[in-house]
């Protein structure tokens, strides 16, 4: 079968390789029908050496159940399934909490964990196939796929950053960064009530989606510049909630530059950064909390999926591109060149 592999920084090939098979009794072999390139796949996309090549790479898709190891109970042949970009029991003391990032099952883990296997391909083995794997009511070729795809990451992961900062109705809240994740928090906090959602982005197009997915506001300054813009904006102490869907240092001080005093900075974006100021002068001296991590959307998928069904909301609108397998590479280098927000892969 094929796959895309990065062999280091902006090299992304597509190569035959092994095709993947039920190794645990506890697997499903799922034949891949939709995935994505992630903004998350941009950082080892910038920074991979050769010498942690080549790797497997893709963490979001859809697919259909080709067979399922002697353990499996929930899926059978024929399912159309979603898998989150972490893989889980779903039952164990960190799952029931709706932790499932943190599952302790010794086969848990994120998809950049696991050795010979990837999103971005014709055919995966899903470990934990019964906690993983969420079935969909709708055929593979439904107009629904793009939206229900985001439920495999960025669509969890703007809600949790959401989730996790407390929005609700009558909140004000800035989210930082117009990636796909960073508009998904501003359709989230629309979602949980916010009053008034201030978007910090600079490219029209998707500030422009940004407005449809509900931002009252679009700031595109940075650094002090957009930080006096945000506060001015909400009234001079900044907002309650900050969802910084980013990572980088940058974004960070800019989410404590506008956050009120007794407010919340939920990062979701990952972090590329080792250290961050929280002192007096920064978060402990205003009462603010620090929120956020890697998203459980497994946690989510029940809760989202009907307003996706019912047409609700549509955030498979983040993707303005569509490829197939062999043009993964040269969706890497439009995602890289800002000249694509997100791209579908279909087979």
């Not at 697997?27 to 029908?33: F, M, N």
């Not at 019964?130 to 055929?139: E, H, I, N, W, Y």
């Not at 906090?189 to 029209?204: D, F, P, S, T, V």
Request: overall charge negative.
């Amino acid at each position: 079968m094929r796959a895309a592999l990065m062999y280091r920084a902006g090299d992304v090939r597509i190569e035959d390789v092994p095709d993947s098979r039920i190794k645990h009794p506890t697997d499903a072999l799922v034949r891949i029908t939709a995935s994505c390139i992630c903004g998350s796949d941009l950082h080892p996309y910038h920074r991979m050496t050769a010498a942690n090549g080549p790797a497997r790479m893709g963490h979001e898709l859809i697919g259909v159940v080709e067979e399922v190891g002697a353990d499996v109970t929930s899926l059978t042949k024929g399912d159309l399934v979603v898998a989150p970009f972490a893989i889980s029991d779903n039952v164990c003391e960190f799952c029931r909490e709706n932790l499932q990032t943190s599952c302790i099952h010794h086969e848990a883990g994120f998809w950049d964990g696991i050795a010979d296997e990837g999103g971005q391909a014709e055919a995966v083995r899903v470990p934990l196939a019964d906690g993983t794997l969420v079935k969909l009511p709708v055929a593979p070729d439904s107009a629904l796929i793009p939206s229900l795809l985001t439920l495999a990451d960025v669509l969890g992961t703007g809600y949790h950053a959401a989730k996790t900062a407390g929005v609700r109705p009558g909140h004000r809240v800035t989210v930082i960064g117009d990636g796909a994740v960073g508009l998904m928090a501003v359709l989230s906090a629309k979602r949980l009530g916010a009053e008034q959602i201030i978007l910090m982005g600079r490219h029209e197009d998707r500030t422009d989606l940004g407005r449809a997915f509900g931002a009252t506001d679009v700031v595109a300054e940075r650094g002090e510049e957009g930080i006096a813009k945000v506060r001015e904006l909400s009234g001079g102490h900044g907002t309650h909630a900050v969802l910084e869907a980013v990572g980088h240092m940058p974004a960070y001080e800019q989410a404590f530059g506008v956050v009120r005093p007794g407010g919340v900075i939920s990062r979701v974006g990952v972090p590329q950064y080792e250290a961050a100021p929280v002192g007096f002068s920064s978060l402990f001296g205003g009462n603010i909390r620090l929120a956020g991590g890697p998203a459980p959307v497994r946690a989510y998928i029940e809760e989202l999926m009907p307003d996706i069904l019912d047409g609700t909301i549509e955030p498979g609108r983040v993707f303005d591109a569509a490829t197939d397998i062999d043009g993964v590479p040269g969706g890497y280098r439009d995602m890289d060149d800002r000249t694509s927000l997100k791209v579908l892969i279909r087979p």
